[in-house]
């Protein structure tokens, strides 16, 4: 805030004293890049910023600069200093006392901006691979990337919080050929990882999978499958995080909503879910809601297609494909319909239709239309699952 008013003043002094000649040779304020500090000293001001890089294109001491520039700032809400190349600033009693009352005034809105373009924002961090356990850099990251979040939420954006587990590939083989040999090793044979330094880094030589090693053989009878061996260890190191418990506080209904719409193009907050809602005993609560959807989404996760487990009928509902289908004389009365529950059962009764040749007609459509965004809708459902 101080630094802002400070920076933008000095900017405009300098202008001001290029136009009136008083910068020695230099013309332009093109490429000038000033920072605001806090002089090492109290005593010289709250601020401090150093000029002296002006005097490339100047050609005259920084001194000189420094003191041509402070006669065009402004006095009322500071008083200045020159030593050297730096311009120091002392805030005034008055502009301080301001400061407070707007603090006492906004209270936790102080220093959020009136006017901000606002952005939707997916922060990706932590992303701490199953493969390994968890160390002090998981946790700095973890802090550090929700305070980063906090703040641009604090400035109005949209954020969603991404935590990537990179659960799948060739690290997960990787992690398996691991505890294969960990396995051999609790059984007495003689194996090792490689020492060559190139191949060892096929391998995780930690001896954190010592003990994966030890609890696989209670639970399973040995063996090579290096797919099998995968699956475990990755399924044995999630245990140790509760990745649930880490991602709770993001699944927010917004977070929900969010992912739906851009999955099927609708907002969730419209609608009525499955043929068996009922409008009439009012809408979802906010808990009924995300696990409406969280079904929903789940569903795409597991089966990656477009076929609903529970078909929310606002998805598939197609109007103007259902009258050609209908044609103009056997289409219903729709105008008094209370939702598009209504009007597939008043379709399917005007077609001779069960309810579910309809619904199975409109999903048909729906995949037709997704068409070429099949490989985008794949990877948002990609994001999806490694969130949910």
Known sequence: MFKDFILKDTELAIKQAVEAKELGQMDSTDGINLVVEKPKNPDFGDFAVNVSSLARNARIAPPMIANAIVKYLPTTDYTTSVIGGFINFKLSDKVLANVIKEILEKKENFGKPEHIEKEKIILEYVSANPTGPFHIGHGRWAAMGSALANLLKFYGHDVYQEFYINDAGSQIQKLGRSLNIRVKQELGENVDF??????????????????????????????????????????????????DLILEKDKTLSFYRECFQQVVGIRSSTMDWGLDANPEEGRLNEEQEIEQISTYLNFYRTNVCFLPKVIPEDIVYDEEYLRKICGAQLFPNLADARDSKEKLFRIANALRLPIGGIEQLLITQFIIKKGEDYQKISELLHMIAEQH
């Open 194 to 243: 490689p020492e060559d330094e190139e191949e060892r880094k096929n391998y995780y030589a930690g001896e954190y999978l010592i003990p994966v090693a030890k609890q696989f053989l209670k639970e399973h009878e040995p063996t090579d499958d290096i797919n099998i061996l995968s699956d475990y260890a990755k399924q044995y190191m999630e245990k140790v995080p509760n990745f």
